[in-house]
């Protein structure tokens, strides 16, 4: 595993491997890696002949008032577990790197997905996320790109403008990877104090509770409000202070009213400083269809 922090290097060594039709993987990445980033790119090792990870803690898609500054970093600690894993280079370009003093282009997907969900409570985080998304692209050339389900509306804009803006990558959704009780795997777990550590368990138990509440109704559909009701007061009950609770269409992430079919629930929620996200996907089967044979 080679570590590369300049996007001449990373081309050189790219075209010799795209030259010996090779295939390369991408996994992108802030860092701080956990066992969550881990499983992405072991998949990409499994599909890819060459696996790139980044790690950037991109400024462009943090706000302001938030955390890039004291944001996790741990280079020397990434290193082991990415060689372990199998990756074959660690790209980690400093920020002038990636941004140039006088770098005028973003891209930004003009959509209402990106100004809902956390796109209405961080401002602007979206446009940092498609820009540099599209920067690693144009650096790397991969043919597949690996990102977690983790982040459900960051992986549906990254499709979006994969096709908008015609890259050949193939997008690969990967599961949520989950602690013991159930708290997703984040890197800005390390923020919470024990006594939250403890209490955020709560956002995983109230989704997983709804979901199996939704998944084995024996009702036609549910009204997403009553759902929402549950995840609020089990969280909150918890200690836990809500930034939203949404139940959308995973294909659009338009808000449902009441559940038909497929539903995707979505969670941002504060413990202390710490805000966590956490989603869940499922189907409400249909059941009169079924009880009519
Ligand atoms: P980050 O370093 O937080 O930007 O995350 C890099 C990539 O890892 C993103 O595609 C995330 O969705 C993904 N990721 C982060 N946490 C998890 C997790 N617990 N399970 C699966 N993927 C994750």
Redesign the pocket.
């Known amino acids: 595993m080679k570590t590369i922090t300049t996007i001449k290097e990373l081309r050189e060594e790219l075209k010799n491997h795209r030259k010996e039709g090779r295939t390369i993987g991408l996994?992108?990445?802030?860092?701080?890696?956990?066992?969550?980033?881990i499983?992405?790119v072991e998949r990409s090792t499994q599909e890819c002949d060459i696996t790139v990870v980044s790690i950037f803690v991109n400024p462009t898609q943090f706000g302001p008032n938030e955390d890039f500054d004291s944001y996790p970093r741990d280079l020397e600690s990434d290193k082991r577990q990415l060689e372990i894993a199998g990756a074959s280079y660690v790209f980690a370009p400093a920020v002038d790197e990636v941004y140039s003093q006088n770098d005028g282009t973003a891209i930004r997907l003009e959509d209402p997905i990106t100004r809902k969900l956390c796109g209405a409570s961080r401002p602007g985080h979206f446009d940092g996320v498609t820009t540099v998304v599209s920067k690693l692209f144009n650096m790397v050339m991969p043919d597949r790109a690996?990102?977690?389900?983790?982040?459900a509306q960051?992986?549906a804009i990254v499709k979006r403008i994969t096709d908008d803006l015609k890259y050949d990558i193939e997008i690969v959704g990967?599961?949520?990877?989950?602690e013991q009780d159930g708290l997703?795997?984040?890197?800005?777990n390390v923020y919470l104090s024990s006594s939250e550590r403890q209490a955020a368990a709560a956002i995983s138990r109230a989704i997983f509770k709804a979901k199996a509440a939704i998944d084995t109704s024996q009702r036609d559909e549910i009204l997403s409000a009553h759902i929402i009701e549950g995840i609020h007061s089990e969280i909150e009950g918890s200690g836990g202070r809500i930034d939203y609770i949404k139940i959308v269409d995973p294909d659009n992430f338009e808000d449902i009213k009441l559940i038909k079919g497929g539903y995707l629930i979505l969670v941002a929620t504060f413990y202390g400083r710490t805000r966590l996200i956490d989603n869940i996907s499922g189907k409400l089967a249909a059941k009169s269809q079924e009880n009519q044979c």
């Not at 990967?174 to 989950?178: D, F």
């Not at 997703?184 to 800005?188: K, Q, T």
């Open positions: 996994v992108p990445t802030m860092g701080f890696l956990h066992s969550g980033h499983s992405l690996y990102f977690g389900k983790k982040d960051q992986l990967c599961e949520i990877k989950r997703a795997m984040s890197s800005r």
